[in-house]
């Protein structure tokens, strides 16, 4: 039925402690039917039967890491028990360092994981304290530290900036302390204010104080050239890396290719539809025993819509799009569909093309809306 997709996405919705700034689909852990989600959860990922050979296979929440050791035991030992083990190149669990006790790193360890990407945000106690984060700083180096004596060397952390109060001296603080980690990939991500979220209600009564606009493209700059300095390569808008330790999964996103996508709220791609599974955990678990699957929005893409997507997400790789990839995909050669939109942005610096590539400039990777606005067909 499906050109065989070969990653999967698996969603956790359940956390801890829920942030102030976050508007993923989650739940605070207690009292919710953990066991039955995780039992419905690995019934839906077997019912994709062609879920045999995957080379990605990303975990991600919600916080995965925030069930307890025996439940993630069972989530991870039947992920992997039907799949191809020698295909699985990367298989990633999110983690928050609050949550990682002796019991559950000895569970990762002996699973088939080989990737964690830890949720820092930042070292500072104070500004953990203000966006609602469980953890605190010695916590994030006793994390690192358990999970380096695991075995694991592909760790990534998650650090956010532009935070309310954060200053220039803070945002280096955090870039030379994520650097001390000596961990080969970051992800940098400005704090975006979502609706529903307590920072939103503390902003329209004016009680959050953000960095403005400029102190917040002086931030990106300075953790693009600090990073860069040390070694890690800018390969995405957010992510940067060690040679060889990109996010193989999140490059699947980038690369506009279909995915499995499995759990309460989870998005996936599978024959040219974009869905997003039911997310309330009872809708959930109801239309997994009813069908054994809980997509509910499902939107077919049109021959432009996958265009648009392929250079949104594209662009926002360091390598850009490959021109004959796209007429192979879309057998258009790409200066016909978007020729005057290519003249414009060229024009403005905002991105460059070669025989083979497509890519934003520096320029173009500040102004990234602007970009991705010039290529939306009518
Ligand atoms: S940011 Fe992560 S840990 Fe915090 S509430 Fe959202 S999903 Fe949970």
């Known amino acids: 039925m499906y050109s065989k997709p070969k990653s999967a996405y698996v969603h956790i919705p359940f956390c801890t402690q829920i942030c102030y700034y976050c508007d993923f ?36 929440g919600g916080t995965p890491t925030a069930i307890s050791a025996e439940q993630l035991d069972y ?43 830890l949720g820092v945000q930042t070292f500072n106690d104070k ?24 075995g694991f060397n ?6 956010i900036y532009a935070l309310p109060n954060q200053t220039m001296a803070d945002v280096r603080e955090n870039v030379a302390k994520a650097l001390a980690l000596d961990i080969p990939h970051l992800s940098l991500y400005s704090l975006i204010l979502e609706h529903h979220t307590v920072f939103m209600n503390k902003m329209r009564r004016g009680r959050l104080h953000l960095p403005t606009e400029d102190l917040e493209a002086e931030m990106f700059e ?19 890396t060690k040679p060889g330790f990109e996010s193989r999964h999140n490059l699947m996103y980038w690369d ?25 955990i009872q809708h ?20 432009s819509e996958k265009m648009e997507e392929e250079l949104f997400l594209g662009l926002r790789k360091k ?32 991105v460059v093309m070669d025989e083979d590539r497509l890519r934003m400039t520096k320029k173009g990777l500040f102004l990234g809306d602007t970009v991705a606005e010039k290529f939306i067909l009518e």
């Open 25 to 60: 689909s989650k739940v605070f852990i207690q009292n919710q039917p953990v066991d039955a989600y995780l039992e419905a959860l690995i019934k839906e990922f077997n019912d994709y039967y062609q879920i045999k050979e995957l080379r990605t296979l990303y975990i991600g």
């Open 75 to 117: 989530l991870l030992s039947n992920l992997s028990k039907n799949l191809n083990l020698d295909m699985l190149e990367e298989f990633t669990i999110e983690a928050n360092p609050g949550d990682l006790t002796p019991d559950k790193i000895a569970v990762l360890e002996k699973s088939a994981v080989n990737r964690v990407s």
């Open 319 to 350: 390598s850009g799009v490959s021109i004959k990839n796209f007429e192979e995909k879309f057998g258009l050669p790409l200066q016909e569909v978007y020729g005057s939109a290519l003249h414009d942005l060229e024009a403005s610096g905002l």
């Open 154 to 159: 592909n760790i990534s952390i998650d650090l």
């Open 222 to 240: 300075y953790i693009i050239k600090e990073l860069e300095n040390n070694g890690f390569e800018h390969y995405e808008i957010s992510n940067f």
């Open 256 to 280: 506009n290719v279909e995915y499995f996508g499995c759990g309460a709220g989870a998005s996936g791609y599978l024959g040219g539809v974009r869905y997003r599974n039911r997310g309330p």
């Open 127 to 150: 500004h953990l304290k203000q966006i609602g984060r469980g953890h605190n700083e010695a916590q994030i180096y006793e994390s690192i530290d358990s999970l380096k004596q695991a």
């Open 284 to 303: 959930y678990l109801k239309a997994i025993k009813e069908s054994g699957h809980a997509r509910f929005q499902e939107e077919k893409l049109s021959q």
